[in-house]
């Protein structure tokens, strides 16, 4: 793989909570807590978990406006991310096609000797 792998990053976004989540602040720009949780089957307070999962490894960041955090998407880190799934894409087509052949070779052999 030429992108290396970020474990927490994957553990993060391995969550379908926090893909919903980002899913959600990317379809509407930023987000609170509050108005998260009113799109979500969660808590106010399990998103604000969620959040600082998300936060920790960059994939959020937030201001204060007020009394309320908003949270935007990093679009490097998200790239960061696509980059990385990309990756293991290809690395899994690769081995996938390896396998594939084996598999039709050995067909092949089965097919030869059953004549």
Not at 10 to 30: I, K
Not at 55 to 67: E, F, K, N, S, Y
Request: proline share 3%; net charge neutral.
């Amino acid at each position: 793989m030429s992108v290396l792998v970020d474990d927490d990053l994957w553990s993060a976004v391995g969550d379908p909570t926090r893909r919903r989540m980002l899913d959600q602040l990317l379809s509407d720009g930023s987000g609170t807590a509050t108005s998260l949780s009113e799109h979500l089957p969660v808590t106010r307070q399990a998103v604000s978990k969620h959040l600082v999962v998300l936060d920790r490894v960059g994939l959020v960041h937030a201001t204060t406006a007020g009394r309320e955090r908003q949270y935007r998407v990093d679009p490097a880190q998200l790239a960061r991310a696509v980059a990385q799934l990309a990756d293991v894409g290809a690395t899994w087509d690769t081995r996938l096609q390896r396998i594939k052949r084996i598999a039709e070779t050995i067909q092949r052999g089965n097919t030869e000797t059953d004549k």
